[in-house]
């Protein structure tokens, strides 16, 4: 641990798929005392679905393992606390893999895990006591639905990290805990900040949301990014958190990316709706930050305002929409939307008419220039989708009748693609159940 009254919470991770070396820089290119990483989007709960239909065993984002094992051993030789939601919809199996991993290294770690975010076995309790599970967007109850629920979510808040940490977790776990939970977590534990401490926890959402998308917060993905030096391998972000509740957003000495108020107010707004951000630990007030250059690729952030959460936490379901499949047609030269035309009805015809599919998409994507001096240049792009709950209704049934079509249409005919089965596709469903239904509980193996 660094100094007491300050603690270094470092990202590693923004999704399931960034870059692998994240963690041991982070590890070993400066101080640090806590390690998170997030891994969960809203359709990465759908990936780990199908890697647990291979293998019930699996379920949580594998690549964590890797990263883990080029730092736990000096992650617990030095005292930083590792806290990752990389448990995704196992979280018991990462934390098994974890101990095994630890014990194939030699390395003494106490391993914890949270549970309680899958609803999945208790929704049809959940719905006959009136939790409807209305649709944010559209308002339907998921008993509207006619399709499988495959995974359903709750997010967690950060109290079941507190209690694992208090309990001497060296790791701790997660599955669906809000993003910022993996920051405030921490930080709760170690300065001793109460449930209702609404300002201080609200920092700590502050603080977790800046770290949350990695990268992002020292110039990846930001507008003005010719002003961000070594954007090929940008640093990854630290809050130097207070027991206050003010904190300084940087990235070690020496690496790629800028920390500026322009690359930590671009991070502050992604995915943010309005001036209150709702959590399940507590509703912070996006209009009372205050931002400040405090030396080089340093902001300190403070004057952060927080109010009670709201009586419901937000609940990502995916349920299996069906299968799909698209064939793209390359079209060239002279005469394209024609062309496009007679290619689509020929299709439709070939396959007994667009009304079969329960789902039709159509796009002409016009990329071709007036006069081109490339193939390339010359190319326009017909992307035609069809849906349908019937694999083989939109399988090669489907794709082979549009290869059937080469030499007897179009001019210059050709697809990007040979012709390919049906793929299943999932569809995010959010929704909100009361705080109350949903319990935190914490497995130290």
């Given at each position: 641990?660094?100094?007491?009254?300050?603690?270094r919470?470092?990202n590693?991770?923004?999704?399931y798929g960034d870059?692998?070396?994240?963690a041991?820089?982070?590890?070993?290119?400066?101080p640090?005392?806590?390690?998170?990483?997030d891994?969960?989007?809203?359709l990465?709960?759908m990936?780990?679905?199908?890697?647990?239909?291979?293998?019930p065993?699996?379920?949580f984002?594998r690549?964590?393992?890797?990263?883990?094992?080029?730092?736990l051993?000096?992650c617990?030789?030095?005292?930083?606390?590792?806290?990752?939601?990389?448990?995704?919809?196992?979280?018991?199996?990462?934390a098994a893999?974890?101990?095994?991993?630890?014990?194939?290294?030699?390395?003494?770690a106490?391993?914890a895990?949270?549970?309680?975010?899958?609803?999945?076995p208790?929704?049809p309790?959940l719905?006959?006591?009136?939790?409807?599970?209305?649709?944010l967007d559209?308002?339907?109850?998921?008993a509207?639905?006619?399709?499988?629920?495959?995974?359903?979510n709750?997010?967690?808040?950060a109290?079941g990290?507190?209690?694992?940490l208090?309990?001497?977790?060296d790791?701790?776990?997660?599955?669906?805990?809000?993003d910022?939970?993996?920051?405030?977590?921490?930080a709760a534990w170690?300065?001793?900040?109460?449930?209702?401490d609404?300002?201080?926890l609200?920092?700590?959402?502050?603080?977790g949301?800046?770290?949350?998308?990695?990268?992002?917060?020292?110039?990846?993905?930001?507008a003005?990014?010719?002003?961000?030096p070594g954007?090929a391998?940008p640093?990854?972000?630290?809050?130097?958190?207070?027991?206050d509740?003010t904190?300084?957003v940087?990235?070690h000495?020496?690496t790629?990316?800028?920390?500026?108020?322009?690359?930590?107010?671009?991070q502050?707004?992604?995915e943010?709706?309005g001036?209150?951000?709702?959590?399940p630990?507590?509703?912070?007030?996006?209009?009372?930050?205050?931002l400040?250059e405090d030396?080089?690729?340093?902001?300190?952030?403070?004057?952060v305002k927080?109010?009670?959460?709201?009586?419901?936490t937000?609940?990502?379901v995916?349920?299996?929409?069906?299968y799909?499949n698209?064939?793209?047609f390359v079209l060239a030269?002279?005469?394209?939307e024609e062309?496009?035309?007679?290619?689509?009805?020929?299709l439709?015809?070939?396959?007994?008419g667009?009304?079969r599919?329960?789902?039709?998409?159509?796009q002409?994507?016009?990329?071709?220039?007036?006069d081109?001096?490339?193939?390339?240049?010359?190319?326009?792009?017909?992307?035609?989708?069809?849906?349908?709950?019937?694999a083989?209704?939109?399988?090669r049934?489907?794709?082979?009748?549009?290869?059937?079509m080469?030499?007897?249409?179009?001019?210059?005919?050709?697809?990007?693609?040979?012709?390919a089965?049906a793929s299943?596709y999932?569809?995010?469903?959010?929704?909100?159940?009361?705080?109350?239904?949903?319990?935190?509980?914490?497995v130290?193996g």
């Open positions: 641990m660094s100094s007491s009254d300050v603690l919470i470092a590693c991770s923004g999704f870059r692998l070396s994240a041991r820089e982070m590890v070993e290119d400066g640090i005392d806590v390690l998170t990483g891994y969960l989007a809203e990465t709960l990936i780990l679905y199908r890697d647990r239909l291979k293998d065993a699996a379920g984002a690549t964590f393992l890797r990263q883990l094992e080029e730092v051993a000096a617990v030789a030095r005292g930083i606390k590792i806290v990752v939601n990389a448990g995704g919809l196992n979280p018991a199996g990462l893999r974890t101990q095994e991993l630890a014990a194939r290294l030699g390395v003494t106490r391993v895990h949270v549970e309680g975010d899958d609803l999945l208790r929704l309790a719905q006959e006591r009136g939790v409807e599970l209305r649709h559209k308002g339907l109850p998921l509207a639905l006619d399709r499988p629920v495959v995974t359903a709750a997010y967690l808040g109290w990290i507190v209690e694992a208090r309990r001497g977790a790791v701790v776990v997660c599955p669906r805990v809000t910022a939970a993996l920051a405030l977590g921490p170690r300065f001793g900040w109460a449930r209702d609404w300002d201080r609200a920092a700590g959402i502050v603080a949301h800046i770290l949350e998308c990695g990268a992002q917060a020292t110039g990846g993905n930001y003005f990014f010719r002003e961000v954007l391998r640093g990854f972000p630290i809050a130097e958190m207070h027991a509740g904190f300084v940087t990235k000495p020496g790629g990316g800028l920390v500026s108020v322009g690359t930590v107010t671009a502050l707004l992604y943010i709706q001036t209150r951000y709702l959590n630990d507590v509703t912070t007030r996006f209009d009372s930050i205050r400040a030396g080089s690729d340093r902001v300190r952030v403070s004057g927080g109010e009670p959460p709201p009586p419901t937000k609940v990502c995916n349920y299996l929409g069906g799909r698209t064939v793209t030269g002279l005469d394209v062309k496009a035309r007679l290619a689509e009805e020929t439709w015809r070939l396959v007994g667009r009304d599919f329960a789902e039709t998409s159509v002409l994507v016009r990329s071709d220039r007036p081109p001096g490339t193939n390339d240049a010359a190319f326009a792009y017909l992307h035609v989708t069809v849906k349908d709950p019937d083989a209704r939109v399988g049934a489907f794709s082979n009748r549009a290869i059937e080469a030499l007897a249409s179009y001019p210059g005919f050709f697809v990007t693609a040979p012709p089965d299943p999932g569809v995010y469903w959010p929704a909100l159940v009361p705080s109350e239904l949903v319990e935190h509980r914490v130290i």
